[in-house]
C-alpha cells in the first residue's frame, strides 16, 4: 500500500517543517534553535510534538540536542560519524595511506579557497585554533580533537557548501595518521599550521595550497618511514 505525505505521522511532519524553519532562518551549524515552548507555539502544536520532532532531526544529526543547555544546529549537519564506513576496513596502515592520498588531491585545493574567502571571523577563530593545537603539542598532550576543528575550520571558510561534506574524509583520517607516525611530527605540525593559517590569513592562495601540500608531505614521508 502506497503512503500519501498526508499519512506520513505528525512527527515526520514536523521535523520537515522545522527544517525549512532553519533554512528559512538560515541557521548555521552551531548556533541555537528556539526553545520547545516558542517553536510549539509558532507551529500550533504541543511541546511533546516538538520534542519527538527534533529527536528525529537529531537522529539525522540535523540537531544535537545537550541536555539543559537547549537545541544545536549539528557541526555537521545531515552526516553520520563514519559515512564512508572506514571503521569495516581492518587494514589500517593501508586506510591511512589511502585515505593521505586523497587528502592530497582535495585539501591544498581547500586551503586555496580557504585563503580567497576566508572571513575576519574564519581568520580569527583559525589562528585561536592554531595556537591552541600548538600549545597541546609543546605540552606533549593529546591534539588529535583540536587538530580536527583546525581542519574542519579551514574547509568551512572555503564558503563552498560541498567541502564541509567531505570534512569526514579528512577528519577520520587524522587520528590515524597521529598514531601511525607516532606522534613524532611536533615542530613540522606546529611550523605548518602557522604557515597555513598566515598563508589564508593574507589571502593567498598559491601560499595556503603549497603549506598544505608541504604538510600532507611531512605526514607521508614521517609514515612511510615507521
Known amino acids: 500500500m502506497m503512503t500519501h505525505p498526508e499519512d ?39 511541546r511533546s510534538s516538538i520534542r519527538e520532532a527534533m529527536k528525529l532531526l537529531a537522529s539525522r544529526n540535523i540537531v544535537t540536542i545537550r541536555q539543559g543547555s537547549g537545541t544545536y544546529i549539528s557541526q555537521t549537519p545531515g552526516m553520520v560519524d563514519d559515512p564512508l564506513g572506514f571503521s569495516f576496513i581492518a587494514d589500517k596502515q593501508k586506510l591511512a595511506q589511502d585515505s593521505l592520498e586523497v587528502r592530497f588531491l582535495l585539501e591544498p585545493a581547500i586551503a586555496s579557497l580557504a585563503a580567497q574567502n576566508a572571513s575576519e571571523e574564519d581568520i580569527a577563530l583559525l ?41 569526514p574524509v579528512i577528519n577520520s583520517a587524522i587520528p590515524l595518521l597521529i598514531e601511525l607516525t607516532g606522534n613524532t611530527l611536533k615542530q613540522e605540525t606546529i611550523d ?35
Open 8 to 46: 506520513k505521522p505528525l512527527s515526520s511532519k514536523l521535523s520537515e517543517e522545522l527544517l525549512n524553519y532553519i533554512r528559512s532562518e538560515n541557521l548555521k551549524p552551531g548556533d541555537r534553535l528556539p526553545n520547545e515552548s516558542i517553536l510549539a507555539k509558532k507551529m500550533g502544536v504541543g
Open 127 to 167: 589562528r585561536r585554533l592554531c595556537q591552541e593545537v600548538e600549545d597541546l603539542v609543546q605540552l606533549g598532550q593529546d591534539h588529535t580533537q583540536k587538530d580536527i576543528e583546525f581542519h574542519t575550520a579551514i574547509a568551512l571558510s572555503s564558503k563552498n557548501v560541498v567541502v564541509p561534506r567531505l570534512i
Open 192 to 226: 605548518t599550521h602557522r604557515a597555513l593559517t598566515d598563508a589564508i590569513a593574507a589571502h593567498n592562495a598559491a601560499a595556503a595550497h603549497d603549506a598544505m601540500y608541504l604538510h600532507l608531505v611531512y605526514n607521508r614521508a614521517r609514515m612511510t618511514h615507521q
